[in-house]
């Protein structure tokens, strides 16, 4: 996947290539930034870039519907909802006689090379255009539009597409551009839901889009913890009915005061029958009696601005989109670019096209099992975690271990830690182990601040922010007498640890402490939860995501505020530590002109450097600047310095704000991405533990003994793949006086930030995305996009 050969974008020249981007079918949030990255990027690499206006519409209708794009007219479009520059249905589009003219008007203005930005009808489309290409050449000489010069100088099309569809129902990438925020969309409606429900003990059935794939549906009911979901790709077996209103019936016996059923859009039965919102809901009435009301989301889930993962993975993808149509040559493939893990790569349009076509092809013969497994491993995960999450199993179903496990937090709060903790203990709960929540962290374990926790107690926790169970930063090195003590009186025979790099030192002191206290040869298992994401043994954290998401919209909305001022700077402080990942990446997402961080050491000179930019900036009629800090990038360079420095430099060209951020970087209710990975990572580390109890379990002694190394361990996300680390084996990793990873993968997106707000930069694209050849099968996901 990664090329073997380091190459430099100075090596890469779009000089004398023209590229034209559009966007097609329905709009996503994303596609804006998308777009601004393919313009910035084609013009950094020396090309000309044209934007064509309304879709295929505009590449057939020519004239002012394809302009070309400057630097400063995609300036203002990261923040902004749908596609600035149109999107429309084509029906001339899908005759050769509309793709002739298509085909005439890119050829007057010399353009060879497409960007399109939309689902699989649109890019299929763009192929069939690649396809007969020449062939529209040819006719366009005979009818002596075009000379046999320009036919043989503009001789191959080269396309690229990227996938804008909020369904996310195409085969081949984790997630599509407009999904994660189109999932923001319904959790912010669910949330509120809540609160009318529980203040009248309703039921609510909600309707969201997804009439062929039932992404959004699956994953906003994992959530919000909703009781039932209806999906298209494995529809109720017959009876569900009853089987959906007896849950419904316990939940309240239990004392739930509101139920929430999601329905896909097209949800159907078996039989291949529609099963609508409002069926669901006379069938609650009908049979319950409760008191049920229907709202349908409809386009409200494709509107808004686009979430900070959106802003950050159309940005990759318009860069590597560019990148491709560089490098492409008359026999290259048309390619899509594609998320895999935390990678950019470029895969074979084609098949991508038809294995997400031979999903709908599965459903329409009623394999529904098929259909699941051909959505991928992602799909697959979620709709397991959500049956193993919502689906209580009688008391005497349940397995029976006799072993006691107890989940506390660690460190600073993080949003998406009660998800974990929710998942954790129903998870416990079905594999027949005895729960309890430790209050307050190892300080309120040595305190003897242990309960038991049950099934109910954790109900409507995914979506609240902060940690209910309290969380302290006291490490247990201190205490470490007591807390053995506590671990014989409640006999717990595991442990689960969820918080940042408090927890992995305390993970670290507990090994240690092994060797003097048999109380701590249990297993020992640790979830990343912070907003810093500066935990070794994994690419992110719990918390990150919903941090940058405060981060993005505060920026947003300070840089609106500048809106009606003349020329202003704003000077951005962000929390993290030592660890750069929250200023970087929400600098990208935000589209900063500069991030100061400690990894990348800066000096007076940067600073002027920056200064003079931002001048220059000014001058071209963008109107202010964006300059974020991370609190611990350098200690004599201060945020008040360098605010004061900018004042100076800038007089009589710009004037400078300042913001510190601070702790609501902390708060606020959980992002969908952050409740999915805490409850999918939760599940995942507690079948492990199950699992190591029982290698562990002396029967001759009657006891749990486990002391090595891969007994306590960090579950962490890499690449495409969720791993069990021995921390231990992460100590060579970890940079302790900093409390920072040694090496941070996501430092190789600093250089995108820097292209996309004009500097000049070098940038190592070895892990840029190589052409790969797709089987008949989804390409391995990552767990940590699989978690939205």
Not at 89 to 94: A, I, L, T
Not at 180 to 202: G, K, N, W
Not at 714 to 731: D, I, S, T
Request: glycine share 10%.
């Amino acid at each position: 996947m990664a090329q073997t050969d380091k190459k430099f974008f100075e090596n890469l020249t779009g000089a004398g290539k023209a590229i034209a981007v559009l966007t097609s079918g329905g709009d996503a949030q994303g596609m804006n930034a998308a777009v601004r990255a393919v313009v910035r990027m084609g013009i950094y690499v020396g090309a000309k870039v044209y934007f064509v206006h309304e879709g295929y519409q505009g590449m057939v209708d020519g004239g002012d519907n394809i302009k070309e794009a400057t630097w400063e007219s995609v300036s203002s479009m990261l923040q902004m909802g749908g596609t600035v520059i149109g999107s429309a249905r084509c029906k001339d589009f899908r005759t050769r006689e509309g793709r002739l003219k298509a085909a005439h008007n890119l050829v007057q203005r010399g353009i060879t090379n497409l960007c399109v930005i939309g689902g699989d009808g649109s890019l299929t489309g763009a192929n069939l255009f690649r396809e007969e290409w020449s062939g529209l050449l040819a006719e366009l000489v005979q009818q002596g539009l075009i000379d046999e010069e320009a036919s043989q100088k503009y001789s191959a099309l080269h396309i690229v597409g990227m996938v804008g569809s909020i369904d996310n129902d195409f085969c081949g990438t984790d997630m599509t551009i407009g999904t994660d925020s189109a999932l923001h969309r319904i959790i912010e409606v669910v949330d509120a839901i809540m609160t009318t429900a529980q203040s009248h003990q309703r039921t609510f059935v909600l309707e969201v889009m997804g009439r062929h794939c039932g992404y959004l549906a699956l994953v906003s009911a994992l959530a919000c913890g909703a009781d039932w979901v209806l999906i298209p790709e494995m529809p109720p077996e017959d009876g569900w009915e009853e089987k959906m209103c007896q849950k419904l019936s316990a939940t309240r016996s239990r004392g739930s005061r509101l139920n929430i059923i999601i329905v896909a859009e097209g949800a159907i039965d078996r039989h291949g029958k529609a099963i609508t919102s409002s069926i669901v809901k006379d069938l609650v009435v009908q049979r319950l009696g409760f008191d049920t009301r229907v709202t349908i989301l409809g386009h409200v889930q494709r509107g808004g601005t686009p979430s900070a993962f959106d802003r950050i993975l159309a940005s990759r993808m318009g860069v590597e989109a560019v990148l491709a149509l560089l490098e492409t040559t008359a026999n290259t493939a048309a390619c899509v670019v594609s998320l895999c893990g935390n990678q950019s790569v470029r895969l074979p349009l084609m098949e991508c096209v038809q294995m997400t076509q031979e999903v709908q092809k599965a459903m329409d013969g009623k394999r529904f099992e098929e259909a699941v497994r051909l959505r991928g491993r992602s799909f697959e995960n979620n709709l397991k975690t959500y049956k193993l999450l919502a689906h209580r199993k009688p008391e005497s179903e349940l397995p029976h271990s006799n072993f006691n496990v107890a989940v506390l937090n660690v460190g600073a709060p993080a949003a998406g830690m009660n998800a974990a903790v929710r998942s954790a203990v129903r998870v416990g709960i079905s594999e027949g182990h005895k729960m309890f929540a430790v209050s307050d962290g190892f300080e309120g374990f040595y305190k003897g601040q242990i309960k038991e926790i049950k099934w109910a107690d954790v109900g409507g926790w995914t979506g609240q922010g902060g940690s209910l169970l309290g969380t302290k930063r006291t490490l247990p090195a201190k205490h470490i007498d007591k807390i053995a003590e506590q671990m014989r009186k409640y006999n717990i025979n595991a442990l689960l640890m969820i918080g940042g790099f408090e927890a992995l030192e305390c993970l670290l002191q507990l090994c240690e402490a092994r060797s003097s206290y048999e109380e701590f040869c249990v297993p020992l298992c640790m979830l990343p939860a912070t907003i810093s994401n500066n935990v070794p043994g994994t690419d992110l954290s719990i918390g990150a995501d919903t941090a940058l998401n405060a981060i993005v919209e505060t920026c947003d909305r300070i840089k609106q505020s500048a809106s009606g001022t003349k020329r202003r700077v704003f000077i951005i402080e962000t929390m993290g530590g030592y660890c750069g990942y929250l200023a970087s990446v929400g600098g990208l997402a935000a589209g900063a002109d500069a991030a100061y961080i400690f990894e990348e050491p800066f000096d007076i000179r940067d600073l002027q450097s920056n200064v003079e930019h931002l001048t220059e900036k000014m001058k071209t009629g963008i109107q202010r600047g964006l300059v974020l800090r991370n609190e611990n990038s350098n200690e004599n360079y201060t945020t008040d310095f360098i605010y004061q420095l900018y004042s100076e430099e800038g007089r009589g060209v710009f004037d400078c704000r300042k913001n510190v951020l601070g702790h609501m970087q902390q708060g606020g209710a959980p992002s969908p991405f952050d409740r999915n990975f805490g409850t999918k990572i939760a599940a995942k580390a507690m079948q492990w533990i199950t699992k190591k109890l029982n290698e562990s379990y002396r029967k001759d002694e009657g006891r749990v003994f486990a002391n090595t190394e891969d007994s306590a361990c960090l579950l962490g996300m890499r690449r495409r793949a969720m791993v069990f680390q021995p921390v231990v084996q992460l100590k060579d990793e970890t940079d302790f006086v900093h409390r920072i990873p040694k090496e941070q993968w996501w430092l190789k997106l600093r250089p995108l930030m820097k292209i996309l707000a004009k500097y000049k930069t070098s940038y190592d694209i070895s892990d840029s995305g190589q052409l790969e050849h797709v089987v008949l099968r989804r390409p391995k996901e990552s767990e940590a996009m699989a978690a939205i």
